[in-house]
């Protein structure tokens, strides 16, 4: 099957390695016989109501400025079509805009896309290191590595992505990090996620693919995870060993 | 004995003790006893000597282009004082600095060259209140410990239109359009830069910075890209533009891991160069000493003989014969500068068998998601086997096996000595290895090539 996938500014938010959750994606879909056919949208350009998956992900203070009203013109498009449950994923600036502001150092707000319920007030000291996360909805853990300044403060209702178990998380305080809703992930874990955390990529494949066939997440056939499996362990063991404490 | 002597002293005193318990190096320990000692340690003892300082920054090459600087000098007869084992935060200056100092208020040397971190330069440049400053590139590195790349070009710009730059020559790379910016407040500039289309590459790294004007946002046009962000540019929406550099090189022929040769265009005349280090990043490298030492009114000729001269700083670019194979060490760090490595490679006969260590220490960057923005793929056609050690090996094997490099051909090797005895063990005699590590790894292999008895110690070696 083809999915569709709209990757928002590659230009400009692709620190930290981005296209390594793409390559992933695109390697298990192709492994189980499915192709992931990847846009870029761009500045001024419109988003199309038919893509499986959304990705967005960091860049630095300035690109995040640069895409931030753009993105605004794209709010409506993309709440709708999360909420005709396509798959969305965000990373770290990327899942900050999806909020409903940021709140520079200096005080200035730049306004979110309200698509996941949370906002981010920018701190004075960054938060950096290891993190790993205890996802309970799907039964396993998360491992990667945070780099923020925002702290992200979901509402009340809303379901973050992970508890921490070691590590920031969204805002250092509130144990919770990232953030679920519907079929988009929110998370500040960057750079290389997926291939570390191979059932989360397979996740948001299986998502992708409900979206395509508008039936059931399939269940897909297990690889070889082995140098997966094994990543995951030593990036683990560095949160535990060396994680942020809050 | 006047009360820095003392200190002086003290400081030394503690150095040789590290020293001798065998913790390796010592390079930084006595300088920052010195500065706990007397703060001002860096001002007092650069202020002796007769000719001042000149310092070096950017995210790569900072210790081979000081290298440079410093052959050219050792040919122009000038004697330095020179953080060459590239100990280059307050520390590691400070500690070169007492290495030198003599008593009396003497120094044993003449000009001051340091290479300085790029987070340190507006701490440490004031100190030094140097006659020459050259900035030679701004890439994203390691951002766990150095945060954005814009926060470093504001503290950048910070020392070069404050007190410091202007009372300093400046010497700016023209084709790096966050470096040339900061010149536009200083009348006392010189630029390099590259002239020769024919090195071009097609189109952008996947990992390029700085796309956008620096001024007003828009995406810059680049006419030419060398290297990067590295090139010919020019902002179509406030008309900012590359500066015309007076330091350039032409006529440049590559010659694969081995050097290059190239038309050095100055404005004191023009030369041919044969560099004995390989890449274009060396040539920029080399521009910029090229030009810090012309401004210090070296002759060009010197200046041409003193890059002909210059030996690969430890761990870049450096040759060891191990048995009948040749093993090639070159650092990587960043991806910007991992994939001039990847090119200089291709140019040659690209490798069979690579050995790559990834290590994740504070001097690694703890954040391995580097290693995924380094445009590995180009050396995965001639690649047999990969053999993947350090601390973070498993996310390395990861980066090529999705790269497409069949999973049977990737070895995860844990012991770096295992993994460069299985390198060995794979390349055929008379043939050449080539061996990629992060920095800490590469300190571990110096330590373990030493103690089979190939090369110096680096400590050693800078003495």
Known sequence: MRIRVGHLYPDYLNIYADRGNIAVLAERARRRGHELDVAAIGLGDP????????????????????????????SEALRAAVEDDAAFLAVCGGYQLLGRSYRDVAGAELPGIGLLPLQTVAGTTRMIGDVLLDCPWAGRTLA???????????????????????????DGVSGQEGCRYRRAYGTYLHGPLLPRNPWFADRILADALAHRTGGEAPQLEPLDDELELAAHEVSSARARARGGRY | ???????????????????????????????????????????????????????????????????????????????????????????????????????????????????IDEFWLDRVAPQLEPRGILLGNLFRDQLDRYGELDTIADRWAAVASGPTGRHARIVLNADD???????????????????????????????????????????????????????????????????????????ISLDGTRGSRF??????????????????????????????????????????????????????????????????VMLIKNPAGANEIVRTLLDADPPRVAVIALNDEIADGRDVSWI????????????????????????????????GLPRARIEVVGSLEAALDRGLALTPAGDELAVLPTYTAMLALRRLVASRGYVANYWEAAA
């Open chain 2, 1 to 115: 004995m006047t009360l820095l002597s003392t200190k002086i002293a003290a400081a030394r005193a503690v150095g040789s003790v590290v020293r001798r318990a065998g913790r390796g190096g010592g390079t930084s320990l006595p300088g920052k006893v010195l500065l706990a000692l007397e703060p001002h340690a860096i001002s007092e003892l650069a202020a002796r000597l007769p000719r001042g300082s000149v310092v070096v920054s950017a995210t790569n090459g900072k210790t081979t282009t000081a290298a440079m600087v410093a052959s050219v000098l050792d040919r122009a007869g000038v004697p330095v004082v020179h953080n060459r084992a590239g100990a280059n935060m307050a520390g590691g200056v400070a500690s070169t600095l007492l290495a030198a100092a003599r008593g009396g208020d003497q120094i044993d040397g003449e000009l001051g060259l340091f290479e």
């Open chain 2, 263 to 328: 038309e050095l265009v100055t404005g004191a005349g023009r030369a041919g160069v044969t560099l004995p280090l390989p890449g274009l990043y060396n040539i920029y490298n080399a521009l910029g000493a090229a030009a810090l030492c012309l401004d210090l009114q070296v002759p060009l000729d010197t200046v041409v003989t003193g890059l002909g001269d210059v030996r690969a700083a430890f761990g870049r670019a450096e040759r060891i014969a191990i048995g009948e194979v040749e093993v090639q």
């Open chain 2, 177 to 251: 359009p966050l470096i040339a910016d900061l010149g536009r407040d200083s009348p006392d500039v010189t630029y390099f830069g590259i002239e020769d289309p024919s090195v071009a590459i097609p189109e952008m790294q996947h990992a390029s910075d700085s796309k956008h004007c620096r001024r007003c946002g828009a995406a810059y046009v680049y006419d030419v890209i060398y290297l990067g962000h590295l090139g010919v540019y020019r902002c179509p929406s406030c008309g900012r533009e590359r500066p015309q550099p007076s330091v350039a090189a032409e006529q």
């Open chain 2, 372 to 403: 995924w923005d380094v445009d590995f793929e180009p050396l995965l056609s001639g690649l047999e086997t990969l053999v993947a050690t350090g601390a973070r090996a498993e996310e390395l094997a990861l980066r090529f096996a999705y790269a």
């Open chain 1, 144 to 170: 990667g590595f945070e780099n923020h300044a925002g702290r992200t403060l979901l509402d009340a209702e809303a379901e973050p992505l992970g508890h921490v178990l070691a590590g920031f998380g969204n």
């Open chain 1, 47 to 74: 988003v199309p109501g038919d893509f499986d998956l959304y990705y967005v992900g960091g860049g630095q203070d300035r690109e995040q400025e640069l895409v931030a009203p753009d993105l605004a013109g794209k």
